[in-house]
Protein backbone atom coordinates (compact mmCIF):
# COMPACT_ATOMS: atom_id res chain seq x y z
CA UNK A 1 0.00 0.00 0.00
CA UNK A 2 1.08 3.45 -0.65
CA UNK A 3 0.66 6.58 1.03
CA UNK A 4 1.26 10.30 0.30
CA UNK A 5 1.59 12.72 3.62
CA UNK A 6 0.97 15.72 3.80
CA UNK A 7 3.32 18.05 5.46
CA UNK A 8 1.20 18.72 8.69
CA UNK A 9 1.78 15.42 9.32
CA UNK A 10 3.85 14.55 12.09
CA UNK A 11 6.92 12.44 11.83
CA UNK A 12 6.18 9.83 14.07
CA UNK A 13 3.47 9.05 11.63
CA UNK A 14 5.71 8.25 8.99
CA UNK A 15 8.14 6.62 10.69
CA UNK A 16 4.75 4.72 12.18
CA UNK A 17 3.84 3.48 8.71
CA UNK A 18 7.25 3.19 7.58
CA UNK A 19 7.65 0.45 10.20
CA UNK A 20 4.46 -1.28 8.96
CA UNK A 21 6.35 -1.91 5.59
CA UNK A 22 4.17 0.75 3.97
CA UNK A 23 5.63 3.03 0.74
CA UNK A 24 5.30 6.39 2.05
CA UNK A 25 6.01 9.53 0.11
CA UNK A 26 5.81 13.01 1.82
CA UNK A 27 4.63 16.53 -0.41
CA UNK A 28 7.65 17.70 0.84
CA UNK A 29 9.90 15.06 -0.61
CA UNK A 30 8.34 15.28 -3.80
CA UNK A 31 8.61 18.78 -3.85
CA UNK A 32 4.57 20.04 -3.41
CA UNK A 33 4.93 21.52 0.09
CA UNK A 34 3.59 24.55 -1.74
CA UNK A 35 1.18 23.13 -3.37
CA UNK A 36 -2.41 23.82 -3.42
CA UNK A 37 -4.15 21.34 -1.65
CA UNK A 38 -6.26 20.15 -4.60
CA UNK A 39 -3.05 19.59 -6.44
CA UNK A 40 -1.99 17.07 -3.57
CA UNK A 41 -5.07 14.92 -4.25
CA UNK A 42 -4.67 15.15 -7.74
CA UNK A 43 -0.89 13.69 -7.62
CA UNK A 44 -1.90 10.99 -5.10
CA UNK A 45 -4.19 10.11 -6.93
CA UNK A 46 -2.33 9.97 -10.27
CA UNK A 47 0.70 8.10 -7.99
CA UNK A 48 -1.77 5.67 -7.12
CA UNK A 49 -1.42 6.77 -3.18
CA UNK A 50 -3.58 7.43 -0.33
CA UNK A 51 -3.57 10.52 1.12
CA UNK A 52 -3.02 11.14 4.44
CA UNK A 53 -3.79 14.52 6.67
CA UNK A 54 -4.43 16.15 9.58
CA UNK A 55 -6.47 19.00 7.93
CA UNK A 56 -10.49 18.53 7.63
CA UNK A 57 -10.91 20.59 5.19
CA UNK A 58 -10.11 17.98 2.66
CA UNK A 59 -13.94 16.78 3.44
CA UNK A 60 -15.01 19.94 1.73
CA UNK A 61 -12.70 19.27 -1.06
CA UNK A 62 -13.76 15.14 -1.65
CA UNK A 63 -17.44 16.21 -0.82
CA UNK A 64 -18.66 19.21 -1.85
CA UNK A 65 -15.87 19.86 -5.13
CA UNK A 66 -15.24 16.32 -5.83
CA UNK A 67 -11.56 17.12 -6.75
CA UNK A 68 -10.24 13.51 -5.34
CA UNK A 69 -10.55 10.43 -2.83
CA UNK A 70 -8.41 7.64 -0.45
CA UNK A 71 -7.95 9.97 1.93
CA UNK A 72 -7.54 9.16 5.48
CA UNK A 73 -7.64 12.61 7.91
CA UNK A 74 -5.82 11.65 11.59
CA UNK A 75 -7.87 13.52 14.00
CA UNK A 76 -4.62 13.57 15.83
CA UNK A 77 -2.43 15.33 19.07
CA UNK A 78 1.10 14.24 20.47
CA UNK A 79 -1.05 13.18 23.50
CA UNK A 80 -2.84 10.97 21.77
CA UNK A 81 -0.36 9.63 18.76
CA UNK A 82 -0.11 5.61 20.27
CA UNK A 83 -3.90 5.59 20.22
CA UNK A 84 -4.86 7.06 17.02
CA UNK A 85 -1.83 5.03 15.54
CA UNK A 86 -3.44 1.81 17.06
CA UNK A 87 -6.35 2.60 15.47
CA UNK A 88 -5.09 3.92 12.07
CA UNK A 89 -3.36 -0.08 12.42
CA UNK A 90 -6.38 -1.67 12.36
CA UNK A 91 -8.08 0.38 9.59
CA UNK A 92 -5.21 -0.66 7.29
CA UNK A 93 -5.28 -4.07 8.44
CA UNK A 94 -9.41 -4.25 8.17
CA UNK A 95 -10.27 -2.61 5.14
CA UNK A 96 -8.03 -3.43 1.52
CA UNK A 97 -6.19 -0.92 -0.32
CA UNK A 98 -8.85 -0.92 -3.22
CA UNK A 99 -11.45 0.17 -0.44
CA UNK A 100 -8.99 2.90 1.22
CA UNK A 101 -8.51 4.28 -2.32
CA UNK A 102 -12.20 5.36 -2.82
CA UNK A 103 -13.24 6.12 0.67
CA UNK A 104 -12.53 9.43 2.81
CA UNK A 105 -11.47 8.28 6.72
CA UNK A 106 -11.78 9.93 9.86
CA UNK A 107 -9.31 8.34 12.26
CA UNK A 108 -9.13 8.75 15.75
CA UNK A 109 -8.42 7.60 19.42
CA UNK A 110 -10.30 4.10 19.74
CA UNK A 111 -12.36 4.85 16.43
CA UNK A 112 -12.66 5.62 12.98
CA UNK A 113 -15.37 6.44 10.34
CA UNK A 114 -15.23 5.47 6.58
CA UNK A 115 -17.45 7.36 3.92
CA UNK A 116 -17.52 5.82 0.52
CA UNK A 117 -16.48 8.35 -2.44
CA UNK A 118 -19.06 8.35 -5.30
Same mark, same amino acid.
Given at each position: ?? &? ?9 ? *?? &?? /? ?8 ? #????? #? ?14 ? %?? &???? !? /?? $? ?13 ? $?? %???? #? !??? *???? *? ?6 ? $??? !? ?5 ? &?????? /?? %?? %????
Amino acid at each position: MK &FLLDQDVYALT *EH &FL /REQGYDVATA #SKLGL #SRAQDSDLLKAAGEQG %RI &FVTR !D /RD $YGNLVFVLGVGKGVI $YL %RILP #S !DMD *EVHA *ELKKVLET $YSE !DELAKSF &FVVEKG /RH %RI %RKVE
